[in-house]
């Protein structure tokens, strides 16, 4: 049984790294801290690695521990959560391939399997579920710091629990957390309700230049380097413009493009019925879930559009 493998290597490891996907969310966050506070509570030294977060995160326990870069040369075990793919690492593929012993825990269908145990459930909603059955395994008790980072990350990922991946568990695992005295409440109103300005701001262009396509099946938008300079944008600010596109009436498909830093864009799919976007992103080298996925192309803006929405027409019925 892979829970054995992996509590083993746990108990077995004396400097542990815990390493997420880039750009994080709530997701990618709240199980990175979860597993950091369990370890803690188990006497376990362990470090959190992410360069970038968004402060729409700090009110997380934890959160100050977060690295931005270590030292340690060598770890004797490497924990990759909620990431598909060693590229998607954060930078920090190299900490995880000099890990004495690798695991990867996450729920994307697309996952590679880079590490030498692999617990990967598609099923699940949130890496932060899966984990809460690895600490009933491991007999760690979930108490509110470490119940708090795992309701971010279901409550993220699952859209407030109103994605179509929401299972009966979702719900018992969220009534146990409020029994614990996790303010879901709370939580629910700073990671999906709670704007900055900027964000507001960002939302007004991106929302002024969404197109309808294929008779409205598709929507379309996206937002310049430029533009996110001139804002100031931090890591996340963007979140949410693509769901926008998704909830009007008629669209299956929306696309919101993200022009980088280094130039290209970060395309982000969301779908409402049938199309399966993660295999529109698996043609871009990308991927994600069948409702919620992203790649990144290294084209300009028209020829980008053009070619993500030649891609995704075919899924159209
Ligand atoms: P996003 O649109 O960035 O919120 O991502 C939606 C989902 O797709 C998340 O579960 C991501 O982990 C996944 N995803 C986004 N970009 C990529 C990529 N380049 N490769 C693989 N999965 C991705
Ligand atoms: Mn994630
Ligand atoms: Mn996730």
């Not at 957390?177 to 879901?184: D, E, F, S, T």
């Not at 300079?229 to 963007?238: S, V």
Request: with cysteine; charged share 25%.
């Amino acid at each position: 049984m892979i829970l054995d493998n992996i509590t083993e290597e746990i108990n077995k490891a004396n400097n542990i790294v815990i390493l997420t996907h880039e750009t994080p969310d709530g997701d990618a966050i709240g199980s990175s801290l979860a597993l950091y506070g369990a370890l803690k509570a188990t006497g376990k030294k362990a470090d959190v690695i992410i360069p970038e977060y968004p402060q729409v995160f700090s009110f997380l326990p934890w959160y100050e521990e977060i690295k931005k870069e270590s030292k340690e040369e060598k770890y004797d075990l490497a924990i990759s959560l909620d990431c598909s793919d060693i590229k998607r690492l954060n930078g920090f593929a190299e900490y995880f391939e000099n890990a004495k012993t690798k695991i990867v825990i996450d729920h994307h269908g697309s996952n590679t399997m880079f590490g030498d145990y692999n617990y990967v459930n598609p099923n699940s909603p949130a890496t932060c579920e899966i984990l809460i059955s690895v600490f009933e395994y491991m007999g760690i008790e979930v108490n509110k710091g470490i119940g708090t980072c795992l309701a971010t990350g279901i409550i993220t990922d699952t859209g407030g629990f109103r994605h179509s991946t929401v299972k009966p568990e979702t719900f018992e695992f969220t009534a146990e957390l409020l029994n614990k005295g996790v303010n879901i409440s709370s939580i629910y109103r700073r990671v999906l309700q709670i704007i900055s300005m900027k964000q507001f701001e960002i939302r007004r262009i991106a929302l002024n230049r969404m197109e309808f396509l294929e008779d409205g099946k598709i929507a379309f938008t996206y937002i310049t380097k430029q533009e996110q300079e001139e804002m100031n944008l931090q890591t996340g600010d963007h979140e949410g413009i693509v769901e926008f596109g998704r909830d009007v009436e008629g669209v299956e498909v929306s696309i919101f493009l993200r022009e980088l830093p280094e130039g290209g864009y970060k395309a982000s799919f969301r779908s409402n019925e049938y199309v399966n976007v993660s295999d529109v992103c698996l043609m871009f080298g990308g991927g994600g879930h069948p409702k919620a996925a992203g790649c990144t192309i290294l084209l300009p803006l028209e020829q980008a559009k053009e070619k993500l929405i030649s891609q995704t027409k075919m899924y159209l019925k």
